[in-house]
């Protein structure tokens, strides 16, 4: 067996994730905060329940057990093209995220953004990435993965081709998705991908 090495990548991921699971669940969006970092977002389904997503609602009001239904970061704005320095002041990037995805699910026809809570932590900027990706591993969340497309923009120019998401499919009401091709897949197809996926995953990280 493999020594255990609290310097690895993964454990350190690792242990940036699971800080984030010992966080509160508060409303989505929570009240401003300054900060870069990651998040995780969770479904209750009490105010307008979206039947495809009742494995995963099941739990949504028992913090220690919820299952999130997307997972994401936020990174200071120059750490994409890496023109930020080691102590560049993050701003309110990751409130301004979660704002973001608050504006899109209250966009949605068909859920109900007092369905929606997060939990949020700041991360130093380098470790980041790996914690978002360690927690997509461990939950898979199915904004992330089956229904993807929750965390697009609107395509900039030359991009207006692209077909709509099947987040938009399930739950349309972005003005800038609707006005995009439809999507190669119906959304009957979608669902039913959704319901194979909740019911043979685990709720265990």
Known sequence: MK????????NLGASVAKELLFRPV?????PLFAGAGVYAIYYAGL?????????IATHACEPELAVPIYVGKAVPA???TGGFGLDAPPGNVLFLRLREHAESINQARNLNPLDFHCRHLTVDDIWIPLAESVLIEMFSPIWNTTVAGFGNHAPGG?????RRSAWDVLHPGRPWAERL???????????FAVERALTTRTTEP
């Open 47 to 55: 105010h307008q329940p979206y039947p495809p997503y009742e494995p």
């Open 78 to 80: 120059g750490a994409r």
């Open 26 to 30: 508060e409303l989505l969006p929570p």
């Open 3 to 10: 020594p255990f090495n609290p310097l690895d990548k993964r």
């Open 158 to 162: 030359g991009r207006e081709r692209q």
């Open 181 to 191: 091709p439809p999507s190669a897949r119906t959304e009957a197809e979608i669902i």
